[in-house]
């Protein structure tokens, strides 16, 4: 039986990170609309009493809801039916000066996931820990990992079916990849790494494809110089899809290490690249590198979101993903046929294009960060390292047939240097500088995609780039937060502004909706941080390459807001 499922058809709840299994951040939910969203007002609020940055969305199930913080990674479950009153608290002990130092971008955590009666909690020092939804005990936990070596955790657990499936974080400390599966009960089904030995990454030679074809014996290993591999990142710490019928889940990993690239000649398989596995055996069956020997940090972590639609007169099951490389990725599911990729920002300019035959890039020279062989300092990159999306997750609108997507709209300047590896110190070998495309001052666009076409449809500039999750509503209203704190309602079809709130902190969390006695809410976490505000979640950060180059880059984000983790909801 899948609970799951059938809890997720329930427009009343939002019982996973994304609300649904395939990513899409949807609801049915229409009582509040583009007429009448004009007159949403605060209905309540909860500070979490955590500063730093507040990511992912609280769940909420049958009249409880249950919300993270950063580290220390706190959950409350606050009672609906009793005015919000706290029902538990979960605060766990985790060792501060091991793990916290070892975070790349922020103490952020992604959120909770339930399943069987359980909520569960990915914590910043690698325990996954699942809590009794009725009472906050601790049912299990299993610490999987090593902050030591720099192994954080900041991502959600995802439950799909049966399984919990958790990533990993590092890939700033060499730590490679890997994505573990769990059953309900604790027991770890099985692992699968992102590079080595075939065996270990649960690939098989003959039957795992990419770009159609077999991926053949070593297909890892021979794209590294001898042990590399074993330091060589592809972490996993993005959002998760899966979709029932295929018993397919699907994810990105992240960028190789060193930030370096010319001490790691190579493809560096398989960092870099999109996933589809089958749920039970862990077992690859396709996988395709979307940016082999990245120069940049394009990290592919970003979520893979699944939408059934008609391309070229044709049903497909697509997978869709808005990469950190600038490019928007519509993949055939079932197979891992690669069928559109587009820029959708038009100022990247590392790459003229893909070739959908080769899957590769045409990439143009003068961004290259290693050339023969040597370092380069390469000045006017587009996208940054942080990517033309980060981590912040879009939504999308069966009924519309569009993407909802946060940009950013950031270049930079790329300096690497040697850099050794020491276990559990900083492995990047890079200095950046972050700013706005040449003549234009704005770091973000929210907009709207078609991703049959791989076309931007409507863009709406913002002032930062916006690190919010979007929610799309069937009432076709379209929220999302920006990091001045403010929680913003655009209509759908044309992207205009219907409604804003400026909540208490910059907002970094996404926004969600649920329905309480015959009310529809939204509710945002707001609690400026992350990579982006990293230089106000950590103010001895000055320089403006401080913060692997974000500190420069969002510098007037501390005259638009300030710290603090609040829970903001709102309805008519
Ligand atoms: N985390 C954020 C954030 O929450 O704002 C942004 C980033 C991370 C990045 O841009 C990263 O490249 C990144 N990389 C890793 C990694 O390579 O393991 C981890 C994380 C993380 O866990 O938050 C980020």
Not at 56 to 64: K, Q, R
Not at 247 to 269: A, C, E, I, L
Not at 301 to 308: A, P, R, T
Not at 523 to 537: E, N, Q, R, T, Y
């Amino acid at each position: 039986a899948d609970e799951l499922l059938q809890m997720q058809q329930n427009e009343n709840n939002w019982v996973m990170p994304a609300g649904n299994y395939n990513n899409q951040r949807y609801s049915e939910l229409t009582q509040i609309n583009k007429d009448n969203v004009k007159d949403l007002n605060m209905a309540w609020s909860f500070s979490t009493g955590v500063l730093r940055g507040h990511e992912g969305n609280a769940l909420v199930i049958d009249g409880t809801m249950y919300v993270h913080t950063p580290f220390p990674n706190i959950v409350f479950a606050l009672d609906l039916n009793n005015d919000g009153a706290i029902k538990w608290k979960y605060e766990p002990k985790q060792n501060y000066d091991e793990t916290v130092p070892v975070m790349c971008c922020d103490t952020v955590n992604r959120g909770l996931s339930y399943a069987d009666g359980k909520i569960f909690l990915n914590q910043a020092d690698t325990t996954l820990v699942a809590l009794n939804a009725a009472d906050g005990s601790v049912a299990w936990s299993d610490k999987r990992d090593d902050p030591k070596r720099g192994a954080t955790s900041t991502a959600a657990a995802h439950v799909f079916k049966d399984k919990i499936i958790v990533g990993i974080s590092g890939g700033e400390f060499g730590v490679r990849g890997y994505v573990q599966a769990y059953d309900l009960d604790g027991n770890v089904k099985y692992k699968a790494y992102s590079t080595g030995p075939d065996d270990e990454m649960l690939v098989d030679p003959e039957k795992t494809t990419s770009m159609l074809k077999p991926v053949g014996k070593d297909s890892s290993l021979k794209t590294w110089q001898g042990d590399q591999w074993k330091i060589g990142g592809g972490t996993t710490w993005g959002w998760y899809s899966y979709d029932p019928d295929l018993n397919m889940f699907y994810y990105g990993n992240g960028n190789p290490s060193t930030w370096n690239p010319v001490q790691r000649p190579g493809d560096n398989k398989w960092s870099m690249s999109l996933w589809g596995r089958d749920l039970d055996t862990g077992m690859a069956k396709w996988v395709y590198q979307m940016t082999p020997y990245d120069e940049w940090d394009y990290d592919g972590v970003n979520e893979v979101v699944l939408v059934d639609q008609k391309l070229k007169g044709k049903m497909r099951k697509t997978a869709v993903h808005f990469d950190r490389n600038g490019f928007g990725y519509t993949m055939d599911r079932v197979t891992g046929e690669l069928l559109v990729a587009e820029k959708y920002d038009p100022v990247v300019n590392w790459s003229n294009g893909v070739n959908l035959k080769t899957g590769l890039h045409d990439r143009v020279a003068k961004y290259s960060t290693a050339r023969n062989g040597e370092d380069v300092n390469t000045t006017g990159i587009c996208p940054a390292a942080l990517g033309s999306k980060d981590q912040q997750p879009s939504a999308y609108s069966p009924r519309t047939g569009l993407h909802y997507v946060p940009t950013n709209h950031v270049c930079m300047d790329y300096e690497p240097f040697e850099v050794e590896y020491v276990a559990g110190q900083p492995y990047v070998g890079a200095t950046l500088s972050m700013y706005p495309p040449e003549g234009q001052t704005h770091l973000g666009n929210f907009i709207a995609w078609d991703s049959r076409e791989g076309k931007i449809v409507w863009s709406n500039p913002e002032r930062f780039s916006v690190w919010s999750g979007a929610l799309a509503t069937a009432s076709d209203v379209v929220f999302y937060g920006t990091l001045e704190g403010y929680l913003k309602a655009v209509d759908a079809q044309t992207g205009r502004e219907l409604w804003r709130f400026k909540t208490p902190s910059g907002v970094i969390g996404n926004v969600n909706t649920y329905k309480h006695d015959g009310k529809q809410y939204i509710s945002i976490l707001s609690g400026v941080g992350g990579w982006a505000g990293i230089g106000m979640a950590i103010p001895s950060l000055e320089n403006d390459t401080d913060g692997l180059g974000a500190v420069g880059a969002y510098k007037s984000l501390s005259s638009w807001t300030n710290l603090g983790g609040v829970l903001s909801v709102f309805s008519l």
